[in-house]
């Protein structure tokens, strides 16, 4: 399929001047094999967007965690802890302090359920909604927007759709 | 750009049949609009492939971070503690009691540093070399295979060159 290829050298065509040829020092590490394994390579990446990603939210103070908490409570509102967890992925001991950083930090409540006084629904608070409101803002207009400047448009969301077809298919 | 665009269509062309129409339960928790933002993808796609590469070399109990130490050492012989662990991001004291381990596994020791007395080179063991032997031969056959198998291996490349550019130049 000639057809990535071709897109894979727009990819290197935009690279910046400067890192073309990347002046090594002589006794740099040598990576070799380890960056042709995908997770080693996901991994480095994954790194540096979530530092982008603190460093855009900064003055909100949000983990990138806590951020796709905030964002999944906003769209499923009334769901328990229990259900938004595990849609996240995040075991039980680290989402409970994730959950006791937000709600006192008034971004977040836990209610009792009224059909099972065991579980926990979530809320955002009127804070929350705010700051969610701008946290967006900040992550689109700066963080999202670089990346996709860096990748261009149909890269990036190749990159989405090869992303989600791991995420679900492998 | 369409050339991108042909290859994601591609891409989704490749998608298992019972996939394409998921049949999501009425209640399950919508993610919304966090689907599409690129930190969020990339971190669940990273989790799924880490659990991947664990269960692939479980005969060898390694972790990802395990093999691309053992991976670094053995193409940088004789360089330091300090310089493997700053090319792989990892924290000194993850990184002091990730060597803890593999050392009291004898898959690699520490060496004191005959120029600098403070500083430790890194070795593989003759046990940690063939482990690494094993461990790539897993990883290559059964879960890069796969990957490969799932996106494509033009696509493969092309999501291999994204990762990296947004590790180096992002």
Same mark, same amino acid.
């Given at each position: 399929?000639?057809? =990535?290829?071709? =897109?894979?050298?727009?990819?290197?065509? +935009?690279?910046?001047?400067?890192?073309?040829?990347?002046?090594?020092?002589?006794?740099?590490?040598?990576?070799?094999?380890?960056?042709?394994? &995908?997770?080693?390579?996901?991994? +480095?990446?994954? &790194?540096?967007?979530?530092?982008?990603?603190?460093?855009?939210?900064?003055?909100?103070?949000?983990?990138? =965690?806590?951020?796709?908490?905030?964002?999944?409570?906003?769209?499923?509102?009334?769901?328990?802890?229990?259900?938004?967890?595990?849609?996240?992925?995040?075991?039980?001991?680290?989402?409970?302090?994730?959950?006791?950083? &937000?709600?006192?930090?008034?971004?977040?409540?836990?209610?009792?359920?009224?059909?099972?006084?065991?579980?926990?629904?979530?809320?955002?608070?009127?804070?929350?909604?705010?700051?969610?409101?701008? =946290?967006?803002?900040?992550?689109?207009?700066?963080?999202?927007?670089?990346?996709?400047?860096?990748?261009?448009?149909?890269? +990036?969301?190749?990159?989405?759709?090869?992303?989600?077809?791991?995420?679900?298919?492998?």
């Amino acid at each position: 399929m000639a057809v =990535a290829k071709t =897109a894979g050298a727009g990819l290197a065509k +935009r690279k910046r001047p400067a890192r073309e040829l990347p002046q090594a020092p002589a006794d740099a590490i040598q990576l070799g094999d380890l960056a042709e394994f &995908l997770g080693y390579s996901l991994k +480095r990446a994954q &790194l540096r967007i979530f530092d982008d990603f603190i460093g855009c939210v900064a003055p909100l103070q949000l983990t990138p =965690a806590q951020f796709s908490v905030l964002m999944l409570v906003e769209t499923n509102p009334g769901r328990n802890q229990t259900e938004i967890a595990s849609t996240l992925g995040i075991l039980r001991p680290n989402f409970v302090a994730l959950l006791d950083e &937000l709600e006192s930090r008034d971004l977040c409540v836990r209610v009792r359920s009224s059909n099972d006084r065991r579980s926990h629904i979530l809320r955002l608070t009127e804070k929350g909604r705010a700051v969610l409101v701008r =946290a967006r803002k900040l992550i689109e207009t700066r963080h999202e927007a670089r990346l996709k400047e860096l990748l261009g448009a149909e890269n +990036r969301e190749l990159l989405l759709a090869m992303l989600g077809k791991i995420a679900r298919e492998f």
